[in-house]
């Protein structure tokens, strides 16, 4: 029984910060790299961000760098995305994922928009 749940989504103005956690359960994160997805209406899917399961090194999009950033605690079995500085345009569902490249298992995803 493998799960990823997504949590901590919602309704932000622009200029705003979320923070996202992705928790696991059935197995145990650490060993995997985790990735961050995330896809809107009329859109294909994005890559937003990933953290490894080694060293910890951490990947970003260029659409994000400097806004967003992804951690672990591996006590709690969960990956983080804080998101600061929101915009419009990040609008989307928010996904995690066991797999940076878009494979592995997959949660159910978070609503985020960003709207006035």
């Known amino acids: 029984q493998v799960q990823l749940v997504e949590s901590g989504g919602g309704l932000v103005q622009p200029g705003g910060s979320l923070r996202l956690s992705c928790a696991a359960s059935?197995?145990?994160?650490?060993?995997?790299?985790i990735g961050w997805f995330r896809q809107a209406p009329g859109k294909e899917r994005e890559g937003v961000s990933c953290?490894?399961?080694?060293?910890?090194?951490?990947y970003y999009a260029d659409s994000v760098k400097g806004r967003f950033t992804v951690s672990r605690d591996n006590a709690k079995n969960t990956v983080y995305l804080q998101m600061n500085s929101l915009k419009p345009e990040d609008t989307a569902v928010y996904y995690c994922a066991t797999d940076c490249g878009g494979g592995g298992y997959w949660g159910q995803g978070t609503q985020v928009t960003v709207s006035s």
């Open positions: 953290i490894s399961s080694s060293d910890g090194s951490t």
């Open positions: 059935g197995f145990t994160l650490d060993y995997y790299a």
